[in-house]
Each structure stands twice: as C-alpha cells, then as structure tokens.
C-alpha cells in the first residue's frame, strides 16, 4: 500500500530517489560514490519517497548545478542490509534515510560494499536535470 | 606491435611482493588481482600506439585539467572540490600509470571529501583508486560489486615520480 503520509513506514515495495551529481554518472552507470554518504549525512544516506515526492523535486540541488535522479527499491534495498527509515522534512515529508550509510562510517569498507553494491539494484537512471540560478 | 606479456597469477603475486614498496606497487596489484580473480593468465600490451595511452590522456585533458582550471566547479552542499595539489597529484598519477601503459580507467570522479577516485571496470572486476586529501591512496577490490580486497597506501608521489 503506497504512504500516505510521510511518517509512514516505508514498503518493501516504495521507490525511493536518490540524487546523483553529475560527475557520479555515465554511460558506465552510478559510480559508488553516487552513494556515498558526505560529511552532512549524519543520521542517514538521503533519499526521496517516489509516493511522496516528484522526480522534478527530489532533482533538485544547488543552484545551476546538475544532477541524475537513481531510483531503487526499497525491497532491494533492505536485502543488501540497508536500513530504510523515514525521516519527513517539513518542506518535504517524503524524505527518508538510509540509516546505516553515515558521515561517521563513509570510509569504512561496509560502506564501500554496500555502495558498491548499490549500483547493481538501482532501477533507472533519470536526468540529467539542471537546477536553476 | 605492441610488447604483449603474459603473466600467471603466480608471477603477478610475486611481483606484487617484490615491488610492494615501489612506486607502481598499487597499480600492479590491480592488474594482480584482475587476474587472481580471473584464475586466468592475463595479457596486456604496452606499446606507444597502446589505445589506452589515448585514453588516458582523454581522461587527463578533459577532465582531471579542466577541474584544475576551476575546481569550484566541483563544489556542492557537503562537497569539498579537490584542492588544486590533489588535481596535480592525480595528474601526475595518471601520467605515471599511462606511461606505465596501464589500462584507462573506466571513469575519475571526485570524491564528496575533497578526493579523487580513478574506477576500473572489467566484466566482473570492478577496482577503484581513492586519491585522498591526505595524499594516501585507497585500493579496493569488488568481484560481482561485493569488496574482496582493501589496501591503504601512502601516496607514492613521495616516492619520486
């Protein structure tokens, strides 16, 4: 049954949208470090709940910058170990975390496994998207 | 023509053991465990018409010179650019394995710390080389994109090349 509210725990099912830098994408695929938290993902990996947020939305970044849109699923998601938690913004209450990707351990290799193996589930690939001025 | 060597996965391990402490230790162990996970004999070909010399130097044109002009360009909400001293490193990273006659990475992207990351991607092998910040050298190793082999080096610029 897709969230209706942002609190809401996330299905198996949901599709989640992670956005990538540019640099982070080709014609190889996601790089892993498309998935590699940064110092500012302290309590989890940031992701957008596709039920609850539009693909327009979850694009975009900083202004005139560009970005990918990666979708996964969150089935996918949690049989690789990942812990999907919802984490609603008050400007966006489809936005989730994946709690087990962290500032603190984004040089560890679990880390590097898993983000790895991440870019094996990832769905689709949307964009590029151009965030503006 | 290109020279075209041959080498078993024993002779690649020795060699490994042998110039563990050389400059071009971390990029032979990439072609040592390409091949270990392999369990084949690899070949390679070293030659200044090496297609992989040009796409090297694609790679170091086109994108690690172009972030040097304008590293900001990089920058983004929790990303460090890599500083104008970890460009050059990896440029002269590059120029080293290039002349080396080492395979082209698949893609170089920076890293959200202020790194660099050289990716190579072969059927099932997947290696990355994390340049740091802190001038260390990180290798990793994934078969099927699970990680099968770490190793932290100390940046072998320091190492005369």
Same mark, same amino acid.
Request: charged share 25%; glycine share 6%.
């Given at each position: ?133 | ?58 790679? $170091? /044109?086109?994108?690690?010179? *172009?972030?040097? @002009? #304008?590293?900001?360009? =990089?920058?983004?909400?929790? $990303? /460090?650019?890599?500083?104008? *001293?970890?460009? @050059? #490193?990896?440029?002269? =990273? ?12 698949? @893609? ?54």
């Amino acid at each position: 049954m897709p969230a209706k509210t942002g609190s809401d725990p996330v299905g198996d099912d949901e599709l989640l949208y992670r956005r990538i830098r540019k640099d982070l994408y080709s014609e190889a695929g996601p790089s892993p470090d498309a998935f590699r938290p940064t110092r500012h993902d302290e309590t989890g990996l940031s992701v957008y709940r596709a039920a609850l947020t539009s693909l327009t939305k979850a694009a975009s970044g900083s202004p005139g910058k560009t970005y990918y849109v990666a979708v996964l699923r969150a089935g996918d998601l949690r049989n690789i170990g990942i812990v999907v938690t919802p984490a609603p913004l008050q400007d966006d209450p489809g936005h989730a975390e994946l709690t087990n990707l962290t500032a603190s351990n984004r040089r560890t290799a679990e880390t590097a496994d898993i983000t790895a193996q991440m870019t094996r589930i990832c769905r689709e690939i949307h964009g590029p998207f151009s965030t503006l001025r | 023509m290109g020279e075209t060597a041959t080498l078993s996965e024993e002779s690649l391990r020795l060699a490994v053991d042998t110039c563990a402490d050389e400059a071009s230790a971390a990029f032979s162990y990439l072609t040592n465990y390409v091949a270990a996970l392999a369990k084949t004999p690899i070949s390679f070909v070293r030659s200044k018409n090496n297609p992989a010399t040009e796409a090297w130097q694609n790679l $170091i /044109d086109h994108k690690l010179i *172009e972030w040097s @002009r #304008d590293p900001s360009m =990089l920058e983004d909400d929790g $990303i /460090d650019a890599p500083s104008g *001293e970890t460009i @050059r #490193d990896a440029i002269n =990273l590059a120029n080293f394995w290039k002349k080396q006659g080492w395979p082209a990475p698949t @893609r170089i992207v920076p890293d959200s710390d202020g790194g660099i990351v050289f990716e190579l991607e072969d059927n099932d092998v997947f290696c990355s080389y994390r340049l740091s910040l802190d001038r260390t050298l990180e290798h990793c190793v994934f078969q099927d994109m699970r990680l099968v082999r770490r190793k932290m080096y100390d940046f072998p610029v320091n190492a005369g090349f």
